[in-house]
């Protein structure tokens, strides 16, 4: 006799593990390809459509390294000190206009373009000034020292910035040292996103007797609102057929993704896997994972292109751990083409860590580092699916994996920053 798995059994042959669902994901999706061309400021964020070539090269000039003295390295004193003459000043921006010939110095400053015939600068701390004309140079120096080469940053022609790569505020800096003031780079996913339940109200309703209201949306707002993606908030939808078809088929004519949290599981008044069997595929809907198990990842078939449907739990805190470990890598990947694995560091245990094999559970926690420099980290005390704090006073997640059944106190673990 078959026994139907339920949310208590410690394996399930049909429910995927976190790897197989994320490869399962990033396998199916298809990166966007339209493209947008903004002012540079506006990039910030957004993932580049094409490599960046510099046009020059970064610096354009050789420069000095310090403020101080430039000279011919060859002209170095060799075993006592030697005293040489002034002639102009080079300038960041304003070079020095004399002709350099032995036996003399230009004074430079720092980002000052190197006069013709030197190649290495003095420290201004490192000379001894003798009057306003002559300085003393003591024999402890090298050919070439504090001096930047022209594309000793960039050379003019090199790949400097990648195609899919999300651009930060010091690639703003690069880019504009090349004198470019617009870019092309992938537009923005559109995601429409609800949650249905019919105890479910808004803020500012009132609630009757086992009423609640609504969270999950403002969590699913505030993590796809930190991912810089065009948001459509559809508010709540009522449990019946009627009304979740018709929110489906609205939202994947509107957007790449559509979100829901609630419904997944296999209650009498969940509707959202029948109606996503009608309108599209579902790719799986089971997970070895804890909080989080009932996940639903499918797709909804529209006349140009499909759009991707991520079916959360109802429960806070699965919504976020779903999110967080599913969702948002792949909207980045659907942005920029690249997927990136989720970063782990170790830590030791300061908490007791329970839990039983045959499924990966992500503990809330908090770490922090010692004074040995190592880090340790403990739970944030209840670890309930609805306990919406013990993420709100967390920074990482305690990765416990699947073959685990437990960690004592001062034990290795894996944990992923926030």
Known sequence: MNK?????DPFEADALSVNEARKKIIDTLKPVTNIEKLALRSCLNRYLSDDIISPIDVPSHVNSAMDGYALAGNDLPNNKAKDYKIVGTSFAGKPSTENYKLGQVTRIMTGGVMPVGTDTVIMQEQVEL???????INPIHKIGQNVRQAGEDIAKGSTVLAKGRQITPADL???ASFGLSELCVFRKPRVAFFSTGDELRSIGETLSEGDIYDSN??????????????????????DDRASIRNAFITASEMADFVITSGGVSVGEADYIKPTLKALGDSHFWKIRMKPGRPLTFGTLNKTTSPAWFFGLPGNPVAVMVTFMQFVQPALRYFASGEFNPPITLQARCSSKLYKRAGRTEFQRGIFKQRLDGTLSVERTG???SGILTSMSIANCFILLPEKSTGYDINDLVEIQVF
């Open 4 to 8: 139907k798995s339920s949310c208590a």
């Open 130 to 136: 003798i009057n306003e004309t002559t300085v003393r």
């Open 173 to 175: 800096g690069i880019i």
């Open 217 to 238: 949306r403002y969590t699913l707002f505030g993590m796809l609102k930190k991912l810089d993606v065009e948001i459509l908030d559809m508010g709540v939808i009522a």
């Open 382 to 384: 209840k670890q309930g």
